[in-house]
C-alpha cells in the first residue's frame, strides 16, 4: 500500500474498475507509479 494512492483506494474499493486503473496506469507510463499501479491490475 503507497500512501495516498487514490487509485489504489478507489480500486480497493470498487470505485474504479481494472479498466479505469489500467487507464490511469498508462497515463503514468513507465514511471514507477505507473509500474505500481500496473501491478495493482495485475493481481487481482
Known amino acids: 500500500l503507497k500512501v ?6 478507489a ?3 470498487g470505485w474504479i474498475d481494472r479498466d ?3 487507464r490511469q496506469a498508462k497515463a ?3 514511471t514507477g507509479y ?4 500496473f ?3 495485475e493481481d487481482n
Do not use: H
Not at 34 to 37: D, E, F, I, R
Open 28 to 30: 503514468f507510463g513507465k
Open 39 to 41: 501491478s495493482l491490475a
Open 34 to 37: 505507473g509500474q505500481y499501479l
Open 4 to 9: 495516498a494512492c487514490l487509485e489504489e483506494i
Open 20 to 22: 479505469c486503473l489500467l
Open 11 to 13: 480500486y480497493g474499493q
